[in-house]
Antibody, heavy 119, light 110 residues
């Protein structure tokens, strides 16, 4: 069974940083691209970032480019999102998601971790 | 990287069908056969219902079907049931390892 467990969320001040982690199990992590998707409370889904299996290709939404960095450690079955220069509008649930092989889009999702950016 | 356009709401009576549209551009929906649809209940993670425009993951009822014409993709839910009441989101690959989601549609079963 695919399991994705996010951690690292919480309350952070504007301009500060936070690092999200996602622990993966139930599939061969090193073989799949991964994604981060966010959802502001009561709002729709927004794709944030994606990374291929070998970190060879990485993409970011324009709204986070230059501030967020996605990375992965295949030896630890883990995905990360380093979030710098946080803004109030970055407040959201952040979901880790596994790629549906070859589709460049998510299939399985974690339950999300909430990041609140507020002074 | 604009969000794909979906109607805010759709509804139907039990047993009826409802179709949700998802309009993008030739750079996303129209340019690739990588369109997915997700169902999301309040407070829950999204669930994949359709991938690659028309394919259903194992376990998804065949009442759910997908299609695409030009820059618009569609999800049809046939034989509506009470537990189909949820938010539905489309998503498309947009090239350059970029993804984009739709604005979301709330489906109500009357």
């Amino acid at each position: 069974e695919v399991q994705l467990v996010e951690s690292g969320g919480g309350l952070v001040q504007p301009g500060r940083s936070v690092r999200l982690s996602c622990a993966a199990s139930g599939f061969t992590f090193r073989e799949y691209a991964m994604h981060w998707v966010r959802q502001a409370p009561g709002k729709g889904l927004e794709w944030v970032s994606g990374i291929t299996w070998n970190s060879g290709t990485i993409g970011y939404a324009e709204s986070v480019k230059g501030r967020f960095t996605i990375s992965r450690d295949n030896a630890k079955n883990s995905l990360y999102l380093q979030m710098n220069s946080l803004r109030v509008e970055d407040t959201a649930f952040y979901f880790c998601a596994k790629d549906r092989a070859g589709t460049y889009l998510p299939d399985y999702w974690g339950q999300g971790t909430l990041v609140i950016v507020s002074s | 990287q604009s969000a794909l356009t979906q109607p805010p709401s759709a509804s139907g009576s039990p047993g009826q069908s409802v179709t949700i549209s998802c309009t993008g551009t030739s750079s996303d929906v129209g340019g690739y056969n990588y369109v997915s649809w997700y169902q999301q209940y309040p407070g829950k993670a999204p669930k994949l219902m359709i991938y690659e425009v028309t394919k259903r993951p194992s376990g998804v009822p065949d009442r759910f079907s997908g299609s695409k014409s030009g820059n618009t993709a569609s999800l049809t839910v046939s034989g509506l049931q009470a537990d189909d009441e949820a938010d539905y989101y489309c998503s498309s690959y947009a090239g350059g390892n970029i993804g984009v989601f739709g604005t979301g549609t709330k489906v109500t079963v009357l």
